[in-house]
């Protein structure tokens, strides 16, 4: 065996090792009841036909890969942009492990929740005994200011109820009486995370809100991120512009110092976040702002609710959106947008024209969360892209014809194509019969791209399979010039490889492009 004290290799070589290479072909060939090798390659032949497309987007009943997750992840994540608090959810350790296995792959640090560990009896008796010892031991152990409340698919399924499990709680002294325990009901069945991260914040904003007498502030506005894997390098760029122009503003969930602690010596379970003080204060802001409206529909309505100025945003990512976006800040808070600005949004728009060559006309399909999809659309459109595929499996009828009126609004927008609700098994038929230069997403495209040679853009939630993405921003015209950066590296890799035997695919020896 190849394996010793003295050579160790990596999984990834170890098993294309003789030895292994002849265990796994008698594995394959004695219990997995192969068929024949003609039968499959003439079925997979058939899976990249439009014949097989037309059967594969009629799907109804069966959902394959889905760009989306369920609901407690987004409340998992949004607990996590407060102070010092705990997620609780309600429902298995196992589905607790899957959120904070998720979170922490792709910021690539320790993400805390706990659970209220039902088993089979909960589910029978109902979880009230769990939920009394759970936020017990969550109060005694961690040392939280807050803990907030979801559920799973077991707590809905059989309708424990928070508000009365958190008052039995506190009846037994679970938790001291005026300790808050905001919570939010995400049943992981319905809806998907952007759902869960919608639900929670709201959650916690009405515990902080409800009842309370509101005195506007003028010029001072909310801002909520929304569910965003880029959280730490966007939040931090979207403070650095805001800090510029002098505006008065607070964050409603900022979890960019949770999940990016430095390695100093102290360990922080807990780090950044919004501060209580702050929540409470910000029902008195003249306005709240979204910068994903998909992500925060039942939040802003609630915002509406108690006398503010809302709007929302779609992910302000390039020239356009960031305009917007910081246009409407301008008008609520009558600040100036300084000239450093200015000069960045220039810098941004020199950029594109340097590479213009390189980027018009370039075919793109985008996946992942509306607010996301939306906004990679716009900016695509701004280089001279052409978006064919928009794909969000979590995206609503209502999103699909706004997207689909920008499409139309713009020439590069006139053979694209918005899909509502397909997964990534649908995307797959898509690119063998309508195929594309790019593809945009999240780490799950790489199958994609080796099955179908499409070159893959990280950029979405979740990126395992590549570190630090996140610590970069995409929004505004810095975060602009990033995006932009990381297609044009992307295009020139792939030229590389197809240009890579000089005399043969190599004519023009390219080393200035």
């Known amino acids: 065996m190849p394996q010793s004290a003295e050579k160790v290799l990596d999984h990834a070589p170890l098993f294309r090792e003789p030895e292994y290479r002849r265990m796994l072909a008698q594995k394959k060939l004695n219990f997995e009841c192969p068929h024949p090798d003609q039968l499959v390659t003439d079925q997979r032949e058939f899976t990249k036909s439009w014949e097989y497309r037309e059967l594969n987007l009629a799907r109804e009943a069966l959902v394959v890969n889905p760009a989306k997750a369920c609901q407690p992840l987004g409340a998992v994540f949004a607990a996590?942009?407060?102070?010092?608090?705990?997620?609780?959810?309600?429902?298995?350790?196992?589905?607790?492990?899957?959120?904070?296995?998720?979170?922490?792959?792709?910021?690539?640090e320790p993400a805390s929740a706990v659970s209220s560990s039902m088993t089979e009896d909960a589910a029978v008796f109902g979880g009230l005994k769990n939920m009394v010892d759970?936020?017990?031991?969550?109060?005694?152990?961690?040392?939280?200011?807050?803990?907030?409340?979801?559920?799973?698919?077991?707590?809905?399924?059989?309708?424990?109820?928070?508000?009365?499990?958190?008052?039995?709680?506190?009846?037994?002294?679970?938790?001291?009486?005026?300790?808050?325990?905001?919570?939010?009901?995400?049943?992981?069945?319905?809806?998907?995370?952007?759902?869960?991260?919608?639900?929670?914040?709201?959650?916690?904003?009405?515990?902080?809100?409800?009842?309370?007498?509101?005195?506007?502030?003028?010029?001072?506005?909310?801002?909520?991120?929304?569910?965003?894997?880029?959280?730490?390098?966007?939040?931090?760029?979207?403070?650095?512009?805001?800090?510029?122009m002098g505006v008065s503003y607070s964050f409603i969930q900022d979890a960019s110092d949770q999940f990016d602690t430095p390695s100093d010596g102290e360990y922080r379970m807990y780090d950044g976040g919004t501060r209580i003080e702050d929540v409470k204060a910000a029902l008195n802001a003249e306005a709240t702002l979204s910068l994903q409206y998909y992500n925060t529909r039942k939040t802003l309505d609630y915002c509406q609710e108690v006398g503010q100025q809302t709007a929302a945003f779609h992910y302000p990512l390039g020239v356009q959106a960031t305009d917007e976006f910081l246009m409407k800040v301008s008008a609520l808070s009558g600040k100036e947008i300084p000239e450093a600005i200015r000069l960045e949004r220039g810098r941004l728009v020199d950029a594109m024209a340097d590479s213009?060559?390189?980027?018009?006309?370039?075919?793109?399909?985008?996946?992942?969360?509306?607010?996301?999809?939306?906004?990679?659309?716009?900016?695509?459109?701004?280089?001279?892209?052409?978006?064919s595929h928009c794909l969000a499996t979590n995206g609503s009828s209502a999103w699909q014809a706004e997207l689909q009126e920008l499409l139309d609004a713009s020439p590069f927008g006139a053979d694209a194509q918005v899909w509502a609700g397909k997964d990534l098994w649908a995307l797959r038929s898509l690119l063998f019969t309508e195929p594309v230069d790019l593809l945009i997403g999240n780490s799950y495209g790489k199958y994609l791209e080796r099955d179908t040679g499409t070159p893959l853009v990280r950029l979405m939630f979740p990126i395992f399979d590549r570190h630090h993405h996140h610590r970069f921003a995409l929004m505004g015209y810095q975060g602009g010039l990033r995006v932009l950066t990381t297609i044009l590296d992307k295009i020139f890799d792939k030229l590389d490889r197809d240009t890579g035997q000089t005399g043969v695919t190599d004519y023009s020896y390219d080393l200035t492009r």
């Not at 899957?98 to 979170?103: D, G, K, P, Q």
């Open 134 to 244: 759970g936020l017990a031991n969550t109060y005694q152990l961690y040392d939280p200011k807050m803990i907030a409340v979801s559920t799973t698919c077991m707590a809905e399924v059989i309708g424990d109820d928070l508000r009365s499990f958190i008052e039995n709680a506190r009846d037994e002294n679970a938790v001291p009486r005026d300790f808050d325990v905001p919570f939010a009901h995400t049943p992981a069945f319905v809806g998907s995370h952007v759902d869960g991260y919608d639900g929670m914040v709201k959650g916690i904003v009405e515990h902080f809100w409800k009842d309370r007498q509101r005195s506007a502030a003028k010029g001072t506005i909310n801002i909520i991120p929304g569910f965003d894997g880029f959280c730490v390098g966007n939040n931090r760029e979207l403070k650095r512009l805001l800090d510029l």
């Open 356 to 387: 213009q060559s390189w980027l018009h006309g370039k075919k793109y399909a985008i996946y992942g969360d509306p607010d996301f999809v939306y906004a990679m659309a716009r900016f695509v459109m701004e280089t001279g892209g052409e978006p």
């Open 80 to 108: 996590a942009g407060f102070e010092r608090t705990m997620s609780f959810v309600h429902g298995s350790q196992g589905c607790v492990a899957y959120y904070r296995s998720h979170l922490s792959r792709h910021f690539k």
